[in-house]
């Protein structure tokens, strides 16, 4: 039996993120799966809690915890590369689910099924759209945190990411925007 999967996934924290920009503070893939876990548990929390939702929040928890997956294989293909026209676009999917589906390989069949529908999610599910708005809200904090630095390279990003929150329908992204994000701009101090 083979377990390579796990020792590939832990290689995710060698896998820069934003890597055509500098950064003051540089982010790995592992770090920012541990935030998109966090707010993806947020926004399905809200979903359900505060606005009568269904959804499952352990099934979009997961999706978020392997949502970047086959990126220790592909590395992060940054954002203009990865959408600069439909054939790239389609070609890297193409390649990102050609390396899930090689990392799911490494899984003896007894359990590869368990990991197989996180890794390769049902993307028009409930749980994969709120994963997909959290990933989003990540890039921002990301952007947030390096203007807040006095790193303008992070500028257009940060524009564009916020344009593209604004324009998602969703009553939990709404109601993070407003309600949480507001404190990741905060120090320690005002925390306390």
Request: glycine content about 4%; overall charge negative; charged content about 30%.
């Amino acid at each position: 039996m083979k377990y390579d999967f796990f020792a590939y996934i832990n290689r995710l924290k060698y896998i820069k993120r934003w890597s055509l920009m500098r950064s003051n503070y540089e982010e790995n893939v592992l770090e920012h799966t541990s935030q998109v876990v966090i707010v993806t548990h947020a926004l399905a929390t809200i979903k359900n809690k505060l606005f009568g939702g269904n959804v499952d929040v352990l099934k979009a928890v997961l999706y978020a915890e392997y949502h970047e997956t086959g990126e220790v294989i592909t590395g992060d293909m940054p954002t203009p590369i990865k959408y600069f026209n439909a054939q790239i676009n389609s070609a890297y999917k193409d390649i990102e689910r050609g390396a899930c589906v090689k990392l799911l390989n490494s899984l003896p069949n007894e359990i590869k099924g368990e990991y197989e529908q996180y890794v390769i999610p049902n993307e028009e599910s409930e749980e994969y759209k709120i994963m997909k708005c959290a990933d989003t809200i990540c890039a921002y904090i990301k952007c947030e945190e390096e203007l807040k630095l006095g790193n303008t390279e992070f500028k257009k990003a940060q524009e564009s990411i916020y344009n593209k929150l604004l324009k998602i329908d969703r009553e939990e992204v709404k109601y993070f925007i407003k309600e949480v994000l507001p404190v990741y701009s905060l120090t320690l101090d005002e925390l306390e």
